[in-house]
C-alpha cells in the first residue's frame, strides 16, 4: 500500500499517515492481518523522521487500528473488539463536535450536516 | 595526516627549489678549484677553501632565508584565507596539534634541504680533489639551518598572526631586514654589537678555518627564538576566534 | 537534562557592532532532528560556531553531548559530524584525497558508508574540489559527514545548491540510515519545506534570541489562522496571538494557542469568525519574523513576535 504525506500541510506528518491508515481500513484497502512497513522502511521509503512514523504507529496501536507482535511486524488489527459502546461513542464525540462547530459557522442546518454524514458513510459502504 | 597534508600541497615547489638549489651549490666548488690546484702550499689552500665557504654562506642564506619565507606562507595561517580553518579546527584534534604538525613538516623539508643542498656542494669537491679531508665543512649546514629556520618560524608565526599567507610573509620579510639593518646602524651609531640573525654564520669559519671560534651562544640563542616563534603561534592559534 | 544531546544556558556572544547571540536556551533532545530556524544575521551560525568550540562565548554555557566546548572540545567532535555553511575544503584535493584525509582523524569511519552515499549521493570523486559546483561541493561536504557515523550532526545549510532529487535523497538517507540508529540531527537551513519533513523539534532564532521551541507536531496543532469579520476588532490580543492583520472588512489573527478560546472570545465581541484553518511551518515562521510597517493601512502596526517558549 502507498501511504502519501504532504509536509507542507498544516497538519502535521503523523495525523496524515493516521488517517490514511485509518481511511483504508474503513474502506477495506487493509484487511485484517495485513502487513504494514516497519517504522524505519516507512521512513526510509517516506524519507520523514522515524519517530513521526512511531508516533502515527503508537496512536494507531492505541487506537486498536494496528498491533504490533513483539519481536516483528506491525498488523492491522482484527476489528475493533472489546471496546464497549461508550468509548467508541466517546472516542468519536471530538469529531463530532467539530462537525457541529463547522457547521454552524457556516450556518448549515442540522439536516444538512447529518445528510453530509450519511452520503459520506454510504461511500465507504460502496467501496468494501 | 596533516603532515601529509602539507606536504602534497608543498611538494611541487619544494623540489623544483630544491632541485635549483643543488645544482648550484654542486657548481660552486668548481668557482674556486682552479685556485686550490694551483696551491700546494697551506696558504693557497687555506683562500680555495674560504672562497668556495664565503660562495656557499652568501648565496645559501638568501637561499635558506627565502625557502623559509616560501615554507611559512604555507602555515596554519593561511587556512583563514583560504577558509578551510572551519573544516580542519572540527576535526577532533587539539589545535596545538595543527601547530606543531605543519611547523614540524616545513622545518624538517628546510633540513633536508640545506643537507641536500651542502652535501652536494661537498660531493663536488671530494670528486675534484680526490679526498674527504675536509668533512667539517659539512657542518656549514647548522648555521645555514639555524638562520633558514628562523625566517621560516617568524613567518610561519606571522602568517598566523595575520590569517594569510601573502601578508605574513611580507610582513616578515620586513621585519628580517629590520633585524638586519637595525644591528648595523646601531652599531655605526652607538659603537653597540646588537645580536643579529648573521651571527651564526661565524660557524662557516669555524668549519673551515682552523682555531676559529664557534658561536655556540649565537647559534643556541637563535634556535631557541626559532623555536619560540612557533610556540607563539600555538597560545595564538588556540585563542583564535573562528 | 543531562540526556540532553544540546543544551545552551543564557549563551551569549557579542561581536563589536552586533550582539549575535543573546541569551539563548536551547534544549535539543537525542534522538530527534531539531531544525534551528532564522532569518539571516539572526544568530544561527553563531550559535553553532559556539557549540562546535569554534567560537567562545561571551557569556553563558553550552553543552554538546554532556561537554563544555571551551574543555572538551575534542571529545565532542570525535562523535559530532559537521557540515559547515561555507562548504569549503582543500581546493586542490579530490574528492578521494579529502576522504584520506579526513578518514585519518577518527576511528568509526565507515568505507562501506562511503561507498553507498557515493552511489546514492552521485558524488564525483575524481575531479578536483575547485572544479566541483556548489551543489557537488555540499555533497562532498556531506558524504564526509555522514562517513563519520557520529552521534551528532551539526548541517548549516546542507541542502546548498541541491537538486530535488538529490535533497529527496539526502532525507531518504538520513532517515534510514542515521535517525534509524538513533542518531541526532541539528540542522539549520532556510529550506523549510525541506526541514518540515524531516524534522521533529523546532527552534526559531531571531536576533540572538529564541522565539520559539516546540515539537513541531505540537506547534503544528496548535498555530491557527483566525479569519474575522465585524467592527471594532483588535489590533492587538492576548500574549498567544502571534500577529494580527487587517486586510480591508477582516482581521487575520496568527494564534500560537488556544485558537478556539480567542475565537470564542472575539465571537463574544461580536464578531464573525469566518475560517481556523492549520498553518505550515512556512507559514508560521514568517508570522513570527516578520516585522510589519508601523501604522500602515492593510495591517494593525508592528508587533514583535515574543511568544513564549512553551507550547
Redesign the interface.
Known sequence: MLLHVN?????????QIEGQVKQAVAAGALKPADVLPSV?KL??????????VA?AYQNLERDRVISAVPGGGTYVADGVPGLLKTEKLRRLRPYARQMAVEGR?LRLAPEEIVKLVQEELAKLGESL | ?YA??WW??NRSRVIVYLILLVIITAFLPWVSWWDYQQGSSGAREAAALDVWRICLVSLGSPAMAFAGLGLGASGVGEEFA???V??L??????RKYFVWAGWATGAMTLLIMVLLAVLASFATFVYLTKSVHHWKFLTMAVPLFVLGAVVYSLTYFMTALMKSGRTGLSLSLGLFVIALLLPLAVRLQWRIDLPTPLDVLAASKWATVPGAHFPTTATIGWSLVALAFPLATQLLFERA?? | MSEMMITTDELTKHYPQVRAVDGLNLRVPP???YGFLGRNGAGKTSTI?LL?????PTAGAARVLGLDPRRDR??I??R?A?V?E?K?????MTPV?LLR??R???TQWSDEAVAKYVRRLEIPLQQPFKTLSLGNRTKVYLLLALAQRADLLILDEPTSGLDPVIV?EL??VL??GH??EGGTVFLSSHQL?EV?????WVGIIDQGKLLLEAG??DI??E?RLITAAGEGLPAFGPPQVVSAVQAGAFWKYVVARDAEAFAARLQQQGAT??DV???????IFLALTRKEEPCMPGNGGERTAAVSSSI
Not at chain 3, 562546535?52 to 567562545?56: A, F, K, Q, S
Not at chain 3, 569549503?88 to 586542490?92: K, N, Q
Not at chain 3, 518540515?196 to 521533529?200: G, L, S, V, Y
Open positions: 509536509p507542507s500541510s498544516g497538519v502535521p506528518i503523523y495525523l524505519r521512513a526510509a521509503d517516506l524519507g520523514i523522521n522515524p519517530n513521526t508516533r459557522q | 595526516m601529509w597534508k602534497r600541497e583560504q577558509g578551510t572551519e573544516f579546527l572540527t576535526r577532533p584534534r587539539r576566534d573562528v | 534522538g530527534s532532528v560556531k562546535l568550540g569554534l567560537t567562545r575534542v571529545a567532535l570525535e559530532t559537521y559547515s561555507n569549503r575544503l582543500y581546493e586542490w584525497e584525509f579526513t585519518g582523524f577518527y529527496d532525507l531518504r532517515a534510514e535517525l534509524a519545506s518540515e519533513q524531516i524534522a521533529d513541531l507536531e503544528k496543532n498555530f469568525i469566518t484553518s492549520p498553518l505550515n511551518l512556512r507559514q
